[in-house]
């Protein structure tokens, strides 16, 4: 996911310079919001205050009613948020966390950071989130945490979720980077777990003007651990209680995030908007039986970080959209349990066979808020285009 305007823009200039449209439009975004940034920022600079503070405190406060949690923790990243998330439920050496590998890395690298073994479960092949029978199985009697991620920000099968861990009496840590302001039945993401971790990196619904994160819990203990374990484990200035990170929000992203964040319910709707005209869009190119589109079901209200149809032939795709030029990203082109990084788990091809048929068919298309539909048109036309190829 960490892939903004600047490298995708990178990425097609070498073959074709002029994009319809960009894959992301954080410029028309910013023209948006400009003014009240700019003064944001300045009472920042005035104040000269700069790491968390009462900026920080009142986006905490903000992110509180927007997840209905009692506390929410500003840290540095989303990976930060899942690194603390583990640190504050002691999960380290002989202890498994289950997620998927069909996800961002930070994901599952949060788990190895802390010297926790990451037990992977295979995705539902029509939500490409975690399936719950997947992580039945995966249970052991080392399972410290279920990690469910909201991928795409459509929310996990939480009430499933919620009955294996409640059974197996595991907490749920929720990754949410993707999916601020999803809801599963009615509830806000973030608020079904011990904790949930959201991210605020640039290409996120709601991103600043760098990385930021924030935990959400509402165990007050917790709350108490994540405050003392983001400086460094002290609670009193150079006492360390226990070992922590470094890891706080800084006053000028939480000043920019207050500001976008007032915008956060508009830009969901845009993009929600925007995938319901894709669909009807399938329908009227008639490229439904080549491409499908993401699943939206009723008890669920997905936010669209991304918009993610499979396709069979989604090289040959790819390529012929760049081609009309049009933008699009791999989402995710190999799943974890295959890099070379997680090697050292010993899985092969084959050990999650719906992840990697995922990871071979999935595109994401543009989707942002301020897409227009003449730009959705082309989109749809290039698409009907290498059908009739
Ligand atoms: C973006 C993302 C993260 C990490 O967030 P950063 O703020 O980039 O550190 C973690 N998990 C998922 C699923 C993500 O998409």
Not at 81 to 101: N, Q, Y
Not at 276 to 292: C, G, H, I, P
Not at 345 to 359: I, M, Q, Y
């Amino acid at each position: 996911m960490n892939t903004d305007t600047a490298s995708s823009r990178a990425e097609i200039k070498g073959g074709v310079d002029q994009l319809i449209m960009p894959f992301l439009d954080l410029r028309a975004q910013f023209a948006l919001t400009r003014n009240e940034i700019v003064a944001a920022v300045m009472e920042v600079l005035e104040s000269q205050h700069f790491i968390l503070g009462s900026e920080v405190d009142a986006f905490e406060r903000e992110i509180r009613s927007v997840t209905g949690c009692e506390y929410a923790i500003a840290c540095a990243s989303g990976s930060d948020s899942l690194l603390l998330a583990l640190l504050a439920l002691e999960i380290g050496r002989a202890d498994e966390v289950i997620t998927t590998p069909f996800t961002f890395i930070a994901s599952a690298s949060s788990i190895a950071r802390v010297g926790a073994k990451p037990v992977f479960a295979d995705i539902d092949p029509r939500t490409f989130n975690i399936s719950a029978k997947a992580i039945e199985k995966a249970i052991t009697p080392r399972t410290r945490a279920i990690m469910p991620v909201h991928l795409f920000g459509l929310s996990a099968e939480m009430s499933k979720i919620e009955e294996i861990a409640s059974a197996h009496k595991v907490p749920i840590l929720e990754d949410a980077a993707q999916a601020i302001g999803a809801r599963y039945e009615g509830r806000a993401i973030g608020s079904f777990g011990a904790m949930g971790c959201f991210s605020f990196f640039p290409s996120k619904n709601l991103g600043g003007a760098g990385d930021g994160g924030m935990i959400t819990t509402n165990d007050a203990s917790i709350a108490d651990r994540l405050r003392v374990l983001r400086v460094h484990g002290a609670r009193k200035k150079y006492e360390y209680e226990q070992l922590g990170i470094n890891s706080r929000l800084d006053a000028l992203q939480a000043a920019i995030l207050r500001v976008k964040l007032r915008h956060l319910e508009s830009w969901t709707a845009a993009r929600r908007t925007n995938a319901e005209r894709y669909r009807e869009l399938f329908k009227e190119f008639r490229v439904e039986a080549l491409v499908q589109a993401p699943e939206e079901r009723s008890r669920q209200k997905h936010v669209y970080n991304q918009f993610t149809i499979r396709v069979n032939n989604r090289n040959e795709l790819r390529e012929h959209l760049k081609q009309r030029r049009i933008p699009t990203e791999l989402y995710y082109p190999k799943p974890l349990h295959l890099q070379p990084a997680f090697a050292y788990l010993g899985h092969k091809p084959g050990d999650f066979p719906v992840s990697e048929t995922a990871s071979q068919e999935v595109l994401s298309l543009p989707i942002y808020p301020e897409l227009t539909e003449g730009q959705q048109r082309a989109v749809v036309a290039a698409i009907a285009d290498f059908d009739a190829e």
